[in-house]
């Protein structure tokens, strides 16, 4: 059997997997933690090009890698070298190298009723155990998709190891879209764009004639509601991916923006500006039927809501100066952190501007953007206003969003005055920053939720 513990005692998060013959420990927060080593060779290519398996292979590699928790051990250390499948490795060849996990693949082309498949398999094996790790509860995994999405299947062995490894879900068979920038400064082109979570297969989802801002994907992956210039004045619209199609959301008569989907998809979150004040509304997709959620002459914008739909978090500045509250999604008052009660509470008192919410998958925490002191982080916080902890800073981090398993924050970042805008990702340590490449300057970043 095989045990990993996956901790941020910091964060309050801990995984413990089933008992093993060697105990292994990941703490990643700690300040001595070591990333974890995992041999991937290349895959075995039957009936198939190997540059495919070799390419497939190469990506699982990338995608564990970019975690921060897995090191992958080079090919010019392995020893053993006749792998299958179907056979236990020799494990000592592994133990010497310092190899803990080791995960054995093939990649193959099938056809069913006249059409061509590919099909990949995995199977991951404990080196110091001994013995092979179940993978949801199988001794192995297969996935299959067409020739020309081989990507996915390496995303998906991904997800499957990094499920079995952390006991976490995975992030990797995913899509981020975001604003694709080009163009001087005073005449900047602002297109819609999609890409894997990895930076492959980048498309333009609209033209570049008009500028739009703030997409943000729907539970099911198939919509994106973002705000348009089309039509001369800012206003929230709907992308359907499938078809390839927009359409303006709603018949408002004055500028509408910083639009979110809630938790079930049903409904879009969206702030309404009239007579020079911002307000939080909820509109019903099916219906087309809006609900004023806040009431107040201070500006309200940027709703987030929870994963169980039953609060929203948003930006406010009747406090003074754009702080983060919590209401509840039916209006209802509540009980406040800071004591007493109302129908939203505050949740930041540290010095600052606070702006941006998200609120995680998980439920427990809620990302935001924050300036202090002449510079911009991205943090988090607790629901309840405690534990706040900023994990970037920069000349301007701003826009946080979640991976779908609450890991991982990706945001855009300028590093500097006249430094182009590009895409971060950042994880909840704080230690592992990474730049998400994208063919041109890229802003406003948005992760999907598991592709299906």
Known sequence: MFKRLLSALALGLSVLMPTAMAQLEVNIGSGNFQPTPIAIPDFEAVGVDPEIARQISEVVRNDLESTGLFVVTPESAHIQKDLDIEVAPRFADWKIIKTDALAIGTVEQITRDGTVFLRGSVRLWDVFGEELMRLDGQPGKRFRTEPQDWRRIAHKISDAI???????????????VYIAETGPKNQRVKRLAIMDADGANNQYLTSGRFTVLTPRFSPEAQQITYMSYEGGMPRVYLYDLKRGRQEVLGNFTSMTFAPRFSRDGRSVLLTQAENGNSEVYIMDLVTRQTRRLTNHPAID?????????QQIVFNSDRGGSPQLYIM????????????????????????????????????????????????????????????????????????????????????????GPGVPPKLMSVDLTGRNLRNLPTPTDASDPAWSPLLQ
Request: with cysteine; glycine share 14%.
């Open 301 to 309: 914008t940027s709703p987030s809501m929870s994963p169980d739909g």
């Open 162 to 176: 990094y499920t079995r490894l952390t006991g976490e879900s995975g992030y990797f068979d995913t899509r981020i």
């Open 328 to 415: 509840n999604t039916d209006g209802s008052p509540r009980s406040c952190p800071s004591g007493g009660r109302d129908v939203a509470c505050r949740i930041t008192f540290g010095q600052g501007r606070y702006s941006t919410p998200v609120w995680s998958p998980r439920g427990d925490l809620i990302a935001f953007t924050k300036q202090t002191r002449g510079k911009f982080h991205i943090g988090v916080i607790g629901i309840d206003g405690d534990g706040e902890r900023l994990l970037t800073e920069s000349y301007l981090d701003e826009g946080p969003d979640w991976s779908p398993n609450g890991r991982v924050i990706t945001f855009f970042r300028e590093s």
